[in-house]
C-alpha cells in the first residue's frame, strides 16, 4: 500500500462510511473520523503548532490521545510520547536534548515554563501539511538500561514498513478490529496504530477497564504473557481471535490454553530502535523469536544480534540533530545474544545482563525461559545477588498464581537447572514494580531485591 495523502483521508476517499475507530463508546466512520482530526488540527495551529517542531505528550491511553497523535501529525510535528509516571526530574533532564517545542498532557499541567501547554481546542475550517513519508514523525524512549534514555526517531515510511512486516504474516482486513492494548509510549502501542492504518480496518481505543470488557468487539490485540494469562483465567467471553504477543518468553501452556479458547498467537522479537517487530512466527512452542520479516535483515557477529531494515529509525534525536544508530559496517548492533538456524533467530539474552556465579555465566533469560514453563508461573525475573564467596548468585522473582509454594518451585527447577542456575531466593513480584508499561526495569528489580533481603 503507497499513501498519497495522509492515511485516514485516504481511508476516507476509499471507505468513507466504513467504521474506522471505536472511541469508548462512540464509533466514527473514516469520514468523521477526519472531520474531527481537522477540527483539532487546525485548533493546534492556532495554538501555534508548526511542522516539525517537537511536541511531548505525557497521558495514558484514552480516545482524545489518539485524536491528539493524529491532529499533530497532520500539522506535520513530530510526537514523544512519554509515560506519565516518568519523574518529572528526568522529563526536565530529557527535554533540552530532544529540542521540544510544546506539551499536552490532559490533566492541563504545564510541565515546564519552557515549554508552551497545548489545550484540546476544536477550530474551524481544517489544517493539513502535504503528506511526506520521510518527514520525521516520532520520537519514542528507549527502555533506558543504563543512564538516560535514548530518543529514536521514525520517520512515517518506518512505521508503515513495520506494519507491513507484521501484516504479511498476521492477518488483519477491513472487518478486523484491533484493540489499542498496549500504551502509545511504547513502539508496540504504535505498531498498533500502523497496522490498522495500513489496513483500513478499525481500532478501539477504550479508557482504564478490565481487559476482557475492553475486548468486547475486538478480533486482534497486542498482548503481554501476563496479560493473556489472565484474560484466560477469566470466564468473561471474548470476540478475540489472534494475539501478538512479546515482551517476555512464551509458555507452550499459555499459548495452547489460547488456542483451545479459539485464540490465535504469534510471537516474535522486536526493538525500539525498529519500529516494534523484527521476527516473528506463529507460536508452535519453539525456543527461537521465527524468521526475519519482509524488509529486515539479521546476521549474528561473535555472537551478537546485528540488524538492518526498513523500519529502522533515522538515528536518535541529541541536541537539535540526529545521531546515527549503525556501526561502520551500516548495521545496528543490538548488544543482544544471539543465534541463527536456517534463518530462525534464536535469543540467549543481554549480553549486559549476563553475570557469574563461582566462574560460571548466568544468562538470566535462559533460566528464566525454564522457570515459566512451570504451570502456574506468569512471569518471572532473575536478578544477581551480590556473594562473598560466588561473586553473584541468581534470585527469582515471580507472579504466579495464588497459592503457590515457592518452595516447591525451587524444587520444581532442580532436575532442569544446573546447581549454579537455581535461585538461592524466591521472591513474589510486588505490585509497586508493575508500572503500568510493558517492560519492568531490571535494575528496580535488583535494588528491590536488595532491600527486601537485607531487610529480612
Known sequence: MTFNDW????????????????LGDETLSWRELCARIDTLAAGFREQNVQPDQAVMLRAS???DTLLVWLALWQCGARV??????????????????????????PEGEKLTPVLNALSLRQAEGQWAEPWQPERLASLTLTSGSTGLPKAAVHTFAAHLASAKGVLSLMPFGPEDDWLLSLPLFHVSGQGIIWRWLLAGARLTVREKQPLAQALQGCTHASLVPTQLWRLLAD???????????????????LTTRALQRGIQTWCGYGLTEFASTVCAK????????????????????????????????AGYWRNGALVPLVNEEGW???????????????IAGRMDNLFFCGGEGVQPEEVERVIVAHPHVQ??????????????????????ESGVNTGALADWVKGKLARFQQPVHWL????SLKTGGIKISRKSLGDWVFQTLRAQ
Open 428 to 431: 513474589i513480584l510486588p505490585d
Open 282 to 313: 506463529p507460536a508452535d512452542g519453539a525456543p527461537d523469536v521465527g524468521y526475519a520479516l519482509p524488509g529486515r535483515e539479521v546476521r549474528i557477529v561473535n555472537g551478537e544480534v546485528w540488524l538492518r531494515a526498513e523500519s529502522m529509525a
Open 379 to 400: 512471569q518471572v525475573f532473575i536478578v544477581p545477588l551480590e556473594d562473598k564467596e560466588f561473586g553473584q548468585r541468581p534470585v527469582a522473582v515471580v507472579e504466579c
Open 332 to 346: 545496528f548492533a543490538t548488544r543482544d545474544r544471539g543465534v541463527l538456524t536456517d534463518g530462525r533467530l534464536s
Open 7 to 22: 492515511p485516514w483521508r485516504h481511508w476516507r476517499e476509499v471507505r468513507g462510511d466504513a467504521q474506522a475507530i471505536r
Open 235 to 253: 470466564d468473561t467471553p471474548v470476540d478475540l481471535q489472534a494475539v501478538l504477543l512479546g515482551g517476555a518468553a512464551i509458555p507452550v501452556e
Open 80 to 105: 514523544l510520547h512519554v509515560n506519565p509516571q516518568l519523574p518529572g526530574a528526568l522529563v526536565d533532564v530529557l527535554i533540552p536534548q530532544l529540542s521540544l517545542q510544546h506539551t499536552y498532557c
Open 61 to 63: 491511553n484514552h480516545p
